[in-house]
C-alpha cells in the first residue's frame, strides 16, 4: 500500500460547479505538445482584432468543428478559418480524452467538445474580464488546460463588478466549470517574464468546449 498521506487533493473546489485538478495533465505533456505544433502548422497562432478595434494581446488558433474567432463584426464561431478559408484542424485525440476524462472527474460525464480555443501567451499578455457566451448551450462544461508559464486567473462573479479571486495556474493544471458557474466572469493577469523550464517565455492554455 502507498503511503499517500502526502498527497495533494485530486480536485479542488473553487466554488460551487469549479473544479481545479492541479497537474492532470502532465502525463500527457509530450502528447498535447505535440498536438499543438500539428494544430499551429495547419492553421498558425495569430492575434485577432476586438469589435472595439483593438488587437488582442493573446495570439490564438483552434482545432475542431468550430473555431472561436473575433474580428470588428464580432466575437462567433466558425466552421473555417477566416485566414485560410480552410476548416480549423481535426481536434487531436489526446485533447478529447483529456477533456472527457478531466469533466468525468469533476462530476460532469459524457462531456464531447467539438471546439478547442488554443491561447498563447507571451510576457505581458492578458485576458479582461469577460463572460464566454458565444456556445450554443450553457449546459455543457469548460475544460482549460495550462501549460507553460505561471499565470494569475482571475476568478470572478456573475456581475464584472464582483471582486475577483485571484487563483494561480501552473504548468499541467486543469480546470472545469460548469453548471452555476458557467457564466461567471473570468481573466488573466498580465504575464510576468518569468520563463518555463519547457516552453519558453510562452503560455499555453486549451479551452475545451461544446460550442455547436
Ligand atoms: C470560467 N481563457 O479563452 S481559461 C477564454 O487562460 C479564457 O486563456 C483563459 O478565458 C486562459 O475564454 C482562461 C479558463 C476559463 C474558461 C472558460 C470559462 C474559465 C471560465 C467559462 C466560464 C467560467
Ligand atoms: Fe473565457
Redesign the pocket.
Known amino acids: 500500500m502507498t503511503l499517500d498521506l502526502f498527497e495533494p487533493p485530486a480536485r479542488e473546489a473553487l466554488s460551487e460547479a469549479a473544479w481545479l485538478l492541479r497537474g492532470f495533465a502532465l502525463p500527457h505533456v509530450d502528447a498535447l505538445l505535440a498536438a499543438i505544433a500539428d494544430v499551429a502548422r495547419a492553421a498558425p497562432f495569430r492575434q485577432m482584432q476586438t469589435p472595439g478595434g483593438f488587437t488582442m494581446s493573446v495570439a490564438l488558433t483552434n482545432c475542431g468543428a468550430l473555431g472561436w474567432t473575433t474580428d470588428r463584426r464580432g466575437y462567433r464561431y466558425a466552421s473555417a478559418d477566416p485566414q485560410t478559408g480552410q476548416p480549423w484542424p481535426p481536434m487531436p485525440a489526446v485533447f478529447t480524452r483529456l477533456a472527457r476524462d478531466a469533466a468525468k472527474a469533476a462530476g460532469f460525464p459524457g462531456f464531447a467538445p467539438d471546439a478547442c480555443?488554443v491561447?498563447r501567451y507571451a510576457p505581458g499578455a492578458r485576458?479582461s474580464l469577460h463572460q464566454?457566451r458565444d456556445e450554443r448551450d450553457y449546459g455543457a462544461p469548460?475544460v482549460?488546460v495550462?501549460l507553460g508559464m505561471d499565470?494569475t486567473?482571475l476568478w470572478g462573479g456573475h456581475a464584472r463588478g464582483d471582486r475577483a479571486l485571484r487563483v494561480p495556474l501552473v504548468h499541467g493544471d486543469v480546470?472545469v466549470?460548469g453548471g452555476a458557474?458557467?457564466?461567471?466572469y473570468?481573466g488573466?493577469l498580465p504575464l510576468k517574464d518569468r520563463p518555463h523550464a519547457l516552453l519558453g517565455a510562452q503560455r499555453l492554455?486549451l479551452?475545451l468546449r461544446k460550442a455547436g
Request: charged share 20%; aromatic share 10%; net charge neutral.
Open positions: 480555443l491561447n485576458l464566454d469548460i482549460s495550462s499565470a486567473f480546470v466549470w458557474d458557467r457564466l461567471r473570468h488573466v492554455n479551452t
